[in-house]
Each structure stands twice: as C-alpha cells, then as structure tokens.
Nanobody, 116 residues
C-alpha cells in the first residue's frame, strides 16, 4: 500500500505565498507521475499542475507564472510553490502519486484559503 500525505496549507492574504508539500511512502520505489488538483466549494476538481517522470511540467492557465511544481525523486516528494495568491485560489488541494500508469494514490487534501 502507498500513503500520500500533504502539508503546508493554511490562511494567507492576497498576494502572499504558500508552499505545499506531498510525501509518498509505503510500497513505492519510484514515482511515474505526480501533481496537484484542487477543488473549490461547489466546483469540480481541477488540475493545478503536474510533473512527469522525465520532468515535464503542465500547469492550469489560471496558475501559470505564479505556481511552480517540483519533485524530488530520491525522496518521493513533490512540492507546489504558490506565489501571488488570489482569493480564487481558495480550495482544498489534493496531491496524487502514480507509481506506474495503472495506479493512482491520493492524499487527504489540504485547505488553502486566500483572504484578507
């Protein structure tokens, strides 16, 4: 079994920054793909950013230039640096980890609230 744990959420003022972290543990030796989704109240879950095994990244248009995703293959971790946060970034952020193409594991989610 694989466990995925997120951390780093919280309350921040508009224009501020937060760094989310995600660690995978258990029966996992490497990560094929990983990334972050978010879900705001009353909205569907949407992709925020992802990074593949070869380091290729993909971002939602709404976060391009503000968010940066990075991974540490040795530690099986992925981070999301969020800058210039806006109220519309408020959501529960979920990390996912894919040990291979056939399996996806999700974290429990971490709340990010952007408000003055």
């Amino acid at each position: 079994q694989v466990q995925v744990v997120e951390s780093g959420g919280g309350l921040v003022q508009p224009g501020g920054s937060l760094r989310l972290s995600c660690a995978a543990s258990g029966s996992i030796f490497s990560i094929y793909g990983t990334g972050w989704y978010r879900q705001a109240p009353g909205k569907q879950r949407e992709l925020v950013a992802k990074v593949t095994s070869d380091g290729a990244t993909n971002y939602a248009d709404s976060v391009k230039g503000r968010f940066t995703i990075s991974r540490d293959n040795a530690k099986n971790t992925v981070e999301l640096q969020m800058n210039s946060l806006k109220p519309e970034d408020t959501a529960v952020y979920y990390c996912y980890v894919q040990p291979d193409r056939s399996r996806t594991y999700w974290g429990q989610g971490t709340q990010v609230t952007v408000s003055s």
